[in-house]
């Protein structure tokens, strides 16, 4: 399966969205991953994704179709979070629920280790 990459409506979507969260731009990558489309698949599908990082945290939104969207965000190899959805229909509606649940996330790390 060939999945299309970001278009530059996409692009310019995402890096609005990241403003409005971090008020200020962000820089985000064009890159690839690696996914499995669906839980019986035995190969992995090359797919291309929007990489960033912030507030010591990576993210990754992949595209797994003309119009879906999968997402994680990660501190580390061991402490790495999704949205608990496993695929989005629109990419606005990844990147917010991406950016809610990791501003969550952070929050509650600050408070359990004063981590700033």
Do not use: N
Request: net charge negative; aromatic share 10%.
């Amino acid at each position: 399966m060939d999945i299309p990459g970001f278009s530059a409506s996409d692009l310019s979507l995402a890096r609005a969205t990241l403003k409005e969260r971090f008020g200020r731009d962000v820089e985000v990558s064009e890159v690839e991953t690696e996914v499995r489309l669906t839980p019986a698949d035995r190969e992995l599908t090359q797919c291309p994704a929007l990489y960033w990082k912030e507030d010591g945290c990576a993210f990754v939104v992949a595209k797994t179709g003309l119009a879906a969207y999968r997402a994680m965000f990660f501190y580390s190899v061991k402490d790495r979070f999704g949205t608990g959805q496993e695929e989005y229909d629109s990419l606005g509606d990844c990147l917010i629920t991406l950016l809610k649940v990791q501003e969550q996330v952070h929050a509650e790390r600050q408070q359990e280790t004063g981590i700033r």
